[in-house]
């Protein structure tokens, strides 16, 4: 059953991925995957080039398409039958720092 429910869990979450920001990390260490999800207003992004000439971003032909995040509602990963334990990087933090620490904590793969 857990298998199914978490093939199915990986096709939403990689579906749209460039929509919603989600990606999934691999230890080579410990083999352990770590699946991301930017939580955030669903404001999107700012897309374009930066003109140095005007000071200002110039939006591009992709602005406001991808917000490059999910509001909280939106968040397929919660605590229950896939996820036992959640982690918030916090705003402005990469999440790959607090996945090295989480990843140092489990034994090396043989």
Do not use: C
């Amino acid at each position: 059953m857990r298998e199914v429910e978490m093939a199915e869990f990986r096709k939403q979450f990689f579906e749209k991925r460039d929509h919603t920001g989600r990606y999934m990390i691999v230890s080579y260490r410990t083999g352990v995957k770590y699946y991301i999800e930017p939580i955030g207003s669903d404001r999107p992004a700012d897309w374009g080039s930066y003109n140095p000439g005007t000071g200002n971003m110039e939006n591009k032909k992709g602005f406001d398409k991808h917000p490059g995040g999910v509001s909280e509602k939106e968040s397929l990963i919660v605590e229950g039958k896939i996820f036992k334990k959640i982690y918030y990087s916090g705003i402005g933090t990469s999440p790959e720092g607090l996945i090295t620490q989480r990843d140092a904590q489990y034994p090396s793969k043989q």
